[in-house]
């Protein structure tokens, strides 16, 4: 395993402090329509946790504050891809 794919994993288990941590704000779940209060740590330019409470190096306060990390696609067809979810 790489060493900055481990450095990714520690962080966003909180093994180690994250680079940059979003602090008390809300993130909006692509997947649930719904605001959830939630810290977001960031490693180098990765966010690697969600719905959690971080420690960061740097800890920025978004209170009050909506937070919208990427917006991430979550529209895929599994059944296109001839494999299992398992697989996928």
Do not use: W
């Not at 680079?19 to 779940?29: A, N, P, S, T």
């Amino acid at each position: 395993m790489s060493e900055t794919l481990e450095r990714f994993i520690d962080q966003g288990v909180g093994r180690e402090p994250a680079d940059i941590v979003l602090k008390g704000g809300r993130f909006f779940d692509l997947v649930t329509g719904e605001l959830v209060a939630s810290d977001v740590a960031i490693s180098g330019d990765r966010i690697v946790g969600t719905c959690g409470a971080y420690e960061g190096r740097e800890e920025i306060d978004v209170s009050g504050r909506i937070v919208v990390p990427g917006f991430i696609d979550t529209h895929l067809h599994i059944e296109s891809s001839l494999v299992t979810p398992h697989e996928f």
